[in-house]
């Protein structure tokens, strides 16, 4: 149906190997991979200790329970994100506060409406990197410290980028990763928790498997034959399946983000005199980027909607992160006026194909079908009159 889609995954025979090895080995949940997968992330991380879940959205479930943030507080959370990040923090009944970007150009959350929102009853600062740009750290923590705030990081989009020489993640209090099919180290379904701190770290490893004591694996090594429940807990545990697919995904993820950069270098070369398209966090530099999607800003007066179909039309897949919350039926209080730079870049934005595996030629193929769509809307605009 596509000649080009917006992602494909970066599997080949390793995978398959690694799949194909737990199967032989008789081992699905829990066990010596997800011990591995766990350390090799902490090690590419380079710093704190982490944690391998099911989604991002069950570490950040997780991150707002083990900070013991509950019904009557709030979180202030981006204006410009998945869902996800206000589901979470509903999910614990507390209150998501959005903050605006901080301009149309750099879309990350704007420290100073950060600082504006900040109320007696506010609990947390949950930023997000969008597309694998750092925010800025050092404002943010410093800013969290001043007001006696946790500081959690969404690193979703952010796996190997970095904030100077830390990376992304491990500069709050919690960093929060997806290994959801299109990110940029794939595993179908997973994710991971990474923190400095030790209490945190063992709070994870309890609400993760049910706050238990022992874990299956433990009892059939004969580690233990029971359990106790230390706290009620959930099971957001990933499997070895997920865990040997996150060791080679891993191992591919910097040669993938080196191409991600290539692929946005030659994006934008192409991109650079067609009328129409901008591209965000032009010019902003805090550390290496992840690359995990390929963003543009549409001018104000074009219908990105209708964009978006013609390039459907042309066998091109593109996609938009994010609806404004306000339009979701759960959120209809989430009125995103009151954060008007996030509510324009939902309007305006549009995201481009994006993967390790993409060629030269496929960029070509968007460019030129974007360049069409974009002249023909000019000339339906101008027979309207
Ligand atoms: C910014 C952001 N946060 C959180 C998530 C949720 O990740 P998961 O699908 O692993 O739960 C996503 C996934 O798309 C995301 O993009």
């Not at 690694?18 to 380079?46: I, K, N, P």
């Not at 994100?81 to 903050?99: H, Q």
């Not at 874990?215 to 997920?242: F, K, Q």
Request: net charge negative.
């Amino acid at each position: 149906m596509w000649k080009v889609q917006l992602f494909e995954l970066n599997y080949d025979e390793r995978e398959t190997r690694a799949v194909s090895e737990v199967l032989e080995s008789r081992w699905l949940t829990m066990g010596q991979r997800t011990r591995d997968f766990e350390s090799a992330f902490e090690e590419f991380l380079g710093a704190g200790q982490c944690t391998a879940v099911s989604s991002a959205t069950g570490a950040l479930h997780m991150a707002l329970l083990a900070l013991g943030i509950g019904p009557g507080d709030e979180v202030i959370v981006p204006a410009l994100t998945f869902v996800a990040d206000i589901n979470v923090v509903k999910m614990v009944g507390a209150e998501p506060i959005l903050a605006d970007c901080e301009s149309l150009n750099l879309w990350n959350i704007d420290v100073h409406d950060v600082e504006r929102r900040i109320t007696n009853r506010t609990k947390a600062v949950l930023c997000v990197h969008y597309a694998g740009y750092s925010c800025r750290m050092d404002e943010l923590t410093a800013l969290c410290e001043r007001h006696g705030l946790r500081l959690i990081e969404d690193a979703a989009h952010a796996p190997g980028a970095r904030y100077g020489q830390a990376a992304l993640g491990t500069i709050g209090d919690i960093g929060c990763f997806s290994f959801f099919t299109n990110k940029n180290l794939s595993v179908g379904e997973g994710g991971m928790l990474s923190t400095g701190d030790e209490g945190l770290h063992a709070r994870f490893r309890s609400l993760r498997s049910h706050g238990m004591t022992s874990l299956t694996l433990d009892r059939h090594e004969g580690r233990a034959i029971s359990y106790d429940v230390l706290e009620p807990g959930l099971n957001y545990r990933i499997d070895e399946i997920r865990a040997a697919l996150g060791l080679v995904q891993l191992d591919k993820l910097p040669e993938g983000n080196r191409r991600r950069g290539e692929l946005m270098k030659l994006y934008q070369r192409r991109l650079e005199p067609v009328d129409g398209v901008t591209w965000p966090f032009d010019g902003y530099s805090a550390g290496a980027n992840s690359f995990h999607i390929c963003p543009v800003l549409l001018d104000s007066g074009i219908d990105r909607d209708a964009i978006l179909m013609a390039l459907k039309e042309r066998g091109v897949q593109a996609s938009i992160h994010y609806p404004a919350f306000g339009g979701f039926a759960a959120y209809p209080h989430l009125d995103t006026s009151d954060t008007p730079i996030a509510e324009q870049i939902s309007q305006r934005e549009l995201t481009l194909p994006l993967f390790p595996t993409m060629g030269d030629a496929a960029v070509e193929i968007v460019c030129d079908a974007l360049t069409a769509c974009l002249e023909e809307a000019r000339e339906l605009k101008t027979a309207a009159g």
